[in-house]
């Protein structure tokens, strides 16, 4: 019995280390930190102290200097006209659209008539009853204390 409890933990702990490093791949593209409201998370975008929240990282995108904080970068997410924003990807491997102020894009997340971007649509991080916007889900950008929010991966195709 002692031995099946054991297998059974390592089993178990094997899962979340292989479910957590996953998470953090994004193909051929650049991760750029979780998109959080979290400031402790450590690879969180809200956290001013981590390499992704961070004015000073190459790879933040609150960084005006740089590829994904500058606003005339075509990989920007401030940029108004962007066409390769960073994607957005849930803990559950849903796409949720483009980081992207380009009110024009169909996968911006600033598109309000957009699958991504409209308040009502249900894959939507705008839309506060479903699971990818509400302020309560654990996998919300939008939960100050969510233990898997989504990803960002910038686009190396």
Same mark, same amino acid.
């Given at each position: ?31 750029? +930190?979780? *998109? @959080?409201? &979290?400031?402790?998370?450590? $690879? !969180?975008?809200? /956290?001013?102290?981590?390499?992704? #929240? %961070? =004015? ?40 949720? +659209?483009? *980081? @992207?102020? &380009?009110?024009?894009?169909? $996968? !911006?997340?600033? /598109?309000?008539?957009?699958?991504? #971007? %409209? =308040? ?38």
């Amino acid at each position: 019995m002692k031995s099946k409890t054991i297998f059974l933990a390592a089993a178990i702990t094997l899962w979340i280390v292989c479910s957590s490093a996953s998470a953090q791949v994004c193909g051929n593209g650049v991760f750029l +930190g979780q *998109l @959080s409201a &979290n400031p402790f998370l450590s $690879d !969180s975008t809200a /956290n001013k102290f981590g390499a992704f #929240g %961070s =004015p000073y990282s190459s790879v933040s995108i609150h960084n005006s200097f740089g590829a994904f904080g500058n606003p005339y970068a075509a990989t920007s997410v401030s940029n108004p006209y962007a066409t390769s924003a960073p994607k957005i990807i849930a803990a559950d491997g849903q796409y949720l +659209g483009r *980081l @992207s102020a &380009n009110p024009y894009d169909p $996968d !911006s997340v600033s /598109n309000p008539y957009g699958r991504y #971007g %409209s =308040p009502y649509s249900p894959t939507s991080i705008n839309n506060p009853y479903s699971q990818y916007g509400s302020p309560y889900s654990p996998i919300s950008p939008n939960n100050p204390y969510a233990t898997k929010p989504p990803i960002l991966c910038d686009d190396d195709e």
